[in-house]
T-cell receptor, first 114, second 115 residues
Framework: GQQVMQIPQYQHVQEGEDFTTYCNSS?????IQWYKQRPGGHPVFLIQ?????EVKKQKRLTFQFGEAKKNSSLHITATQTTDVGTYFCAPSKGGGTSYGKLTFGQGTILTVHP | NAGVTQTPKFQVLKTGQSMTLQCAQDMNHEYMSWYRQDPGMGLRLIHYSVGAGITDQGEVPNGYNVSRSTTEDFPLRLLSAAPSQTSVYFCASSFGQGKSGTEAFFGQGTRLTVV
């Protein structure tokens, strides 16, 4: 099954409102990636976080990796209709049995009302 | 560069038929994976490969076979299609995963319906 719990499953916002999705793991992660999938499209890589407490920004998107490397979040400030889609986290535990494996959270479906 | 190319884009099969979903990448990536996407289930890993000649099972491998004879190609075979295999299938490739993860590139997807 999935390594992480991603919440919420759905989020409806009014254009201009903020949005946050969370990815929570019961075990320590080596790194975590985030992907966006537009409706009818394929997943597209957004970012990878590696360091404890890391924060990265891409324009209106802010990504955080928790101090314990067990959780991560993606925050969008002032959503736009172009932000519509499903956001997936993809956690990695590192080597061993996880070597070469990329698995995904269940995703958060974001809809933005203009 | 074409990136990751999947064929076909759409397919309808009858129960019991077999078929192969093709996936090719031209980025010299070591890692390739197959996922299925169903409503509310996210992306579930079917099989993956860390290099030519090496494959392993993911979360939902039953009913699917793979092989990796070359770095470029990673076909997914359905031996006897079942309605439960109706889904959207994605192939992905990357330079690495695990401890040293790198960006995964996805194909456009294959929408498969089994009737």
């Amino acid at each position: 099954g999935q390594q992480v719990m991603q919440i919420p499953q759905y989020q409806h916002v009014q254009e201009g409102e903020d949005f946050t999705t969370y990815c929570n793991s019961s075990t320590t992660l080596s790194n975590i990636q985030w992907y966006k999938q537009r409706p009818g499209g394929h997943p597209v890589f957004l970012i990878q976080l590696v360091k404890s407490g890391e924060v990265k920004k891409q324009k209106r998107l802010t990504f955080q990796f928790g101090e314990a490397k067990k959780n991560s979040s993606l925050h969008i400030t002032a959503t736009q209709t172009t932000d519509v889609g499903t956001y997936f986290c993809a956690p990695s535990k590192g080597g061993g049995t996880s070597y070469g494996k990329l698995t995904f959270g269940q995703g958060t479906i974001l809809t933005v009302h203009p | 560069n074409a990136g990751v190319t999947q064929t076909p884009k759409f397919q309808v099969l009858k129960t019991g038929q077999s078929m192969t979903l093709q996936c090719a990448q031209d980025m010299n990536h070591e890692y390739m994976s197959w996922y299925r996407q169903d409503p509310g289930m996210g992306l579930r890993l079917i099989h993956y490969s860390v290099g030519a000649g090496i494959t392993d099972q993911g979360e939902v491998p039953n009913g699917y076979n793979v092989s990796r004879s070359t770095t470029e190609d990673f076909p997914l075979r359905l031996l006897s299609a079942a309605p439960s295999q109706t889904s959207v299938y994605f192939c992905a490739s990357s330079f690495g995963q695990g401890k040293s993860g790198t960006e995964a590139f996805f194909g456009q997807g294959t929408r498969l319906t089994v009737v």
